[in-house]
């Protein structure tokens, strides 16, 4: 039996750096997290339609997607600390400028600060997974990984947590508008612990130039396998993630105070899902845990689904709320097992493209997504029809994660996993 106490011991030994930097990734996440609950509820009482919801939400990735790639080139070799910085500086500027656009109803410079927004994201999330392996010791790397992952849910109870508090407190006051200021603010935070990281010394590389590292072979065939399935399952993400919170505002009429409770309590359960991963993966393996974990998600996001049939009666939101708080933990504690798995599978040459391509399927998944969605939602389809097709998409996609599986043991018994 898993205890907290003994998870904890995991990641007391993690190095100083690498702490400060996921602290400072906590904050970049705290304002993602408000975001993501909070914009659509916001752009709605706006009186902006789903379709133009749904596009906002797009050009939030797409600054992401195509960023992903030359910054996955430039960063081999190089120091990732003022990406670090930039990003922490520029998330909150850019989320704290468009939240001001939307006020000021000017459509087309709110598409271009998400843009941006996106674009500043990146510099945190592609570098982070690459540094973590670079400037932790071999045996920290699945606890560094999983803290890293569990900042999007420290994040989320955070931001839950006050959100709700002041929803209590005064509602009007309060609102939708105040909620995302108040949160773009807080996200500079994230600078103070960086600083204190400038002081240490950054491994770059394991004995290699920067020159070498640039020009060596890039093995696609063994990215491309890697990457399958993170494709499949970014692409029905897309489809759901974004909307969750309109699907339990427009069928169970949850407010956002509401649902910033519920989302507090997914993101604990997230949160200490995240932490038991090192022990889950020493204990059961890839071969047990990734698989068992997204196929329970996966059922669990089919009854959240459904309940949208028979919503009419209370107990729909119950079940829903049930099946919600079920999904997430499940869905989430195969991230940093994953992202473990890939960049180990891909070896240390592919990682930081790896790292940038992994980025760059999520958000140009999304993108593509969030325009299917608006096409959707214009031909009328229901929410259930679309979680049901994100339902699918993550059923191939865990099928496909047991086959990349069972070749990174083929491969790690022939020796070609490096240890």
Not at 313 to 324: G, P, T
């Amino acid at each position: 039996m898993l205890n907290l106490s003994t998870v904890l011991k995991e990641f007391s030994v993690l190095e100083k750096p690498i702490i400060n930097v996921v602290i400072s990734e906590f904050f970049i996440q705290m304002v993602n997290a408000t975001f993501m609950v909070v914009l659509p509820l916001y752009l709605a009482k706006e009186n902006y339609t789903n379709e133009e919801i749904a596009l906002f939400l797009t050009f939030r990735f797409l600054g992401v997607f195509i960023l992903a790639w030359p910054l996955g080139k430039f960063i081999k070799g190089r120091r990732m600390m003022p990406l670090f910085i930039i990003s922490n500086v520029c998330v909150p500027l850019f989320g704290l400028l468009s939240v001001l656009s939307f006020s000021l109803k000017i459509k087309a410079l709110s598409l271009v600060l998400l843009f941006l927004w996106g674009a500043s994201f990146t510099f945190m999330q592609i570098p982070v997974s690459p540094y973590i392996l670079r400037n932790s010791k071999k045996e920290n790397h699945t606890a560094a990984i999983s803290l890293s992952y569990s900042t999007w849910s420290f994040g989320s109870i955070v931001s839950s947590v006050i959100i709700a508090v002041l929803d209590y407190l005064n509602p009007a006051l309060f609102d939708e508008h105040f909620v995302l200021i108040l949160f773009s603010v807080l996200g500079f935070g994230g600078c103070l612990y960086l600083f204190k990281s400038v002081k240490y010394t950054e491994i770059v590389e394991d004995d290699k130039t920067i020159d070498n590292k640039v020009n060596q072979k890039t093995d696609w065939k063994l990215i491309i396998k890697a990457l399958v399935p993170t494709l499949i399952i970014a692409t029905g993400a897309g489809l759901t993630i974004p909307f969750i919170s309109l699907f339990f505002n427009d069928v169970h009429h949850l407010d956002k105070g509401s649902f910033s409770v519920l989302s507090a309590i997914a993101a604990l359960l997230v949160a200490y899902g995240s932490l038991l991963v090192p022990k889950i993966k020493q204990n059961i393996g890839y071969k047990v845990a990734i698989p068992t974990t997204q196929s329970l998600a996966v059922i669990s996001l089919v009854a959240l689904a459904t309940t949208q049939f028979y919503n009419q009666y209370s107990v729909a939101v119950v079940i829903a709320a049930v099946c919600y708080l079920l999904r997430q933990p499940l869905m989430n504690m195969a991230g940093p097992m994953t992202t473990e798995l890939v960049l180990n599978y891909v070896g240390k040459e592919n990682r930081e493209i790896t790292s940038a391509l992994t980025a760059a399927i999520w958000s140009g998944s999304w993108v593509i997504s969030g325009i299917m969605v608006k096409i959707l939602f214009a031909h009328q389809f229901q929410f259930v029809n679309i979680f049901l097709i994100t339902s699918l998409l993550y059923a191939f996609g865990v099928i496909m994660y047991y086959f990349l599986i069972l070749d990174y043991t083929k491969r790690e018994d022939q020796g070609l996993i490096e240890k």
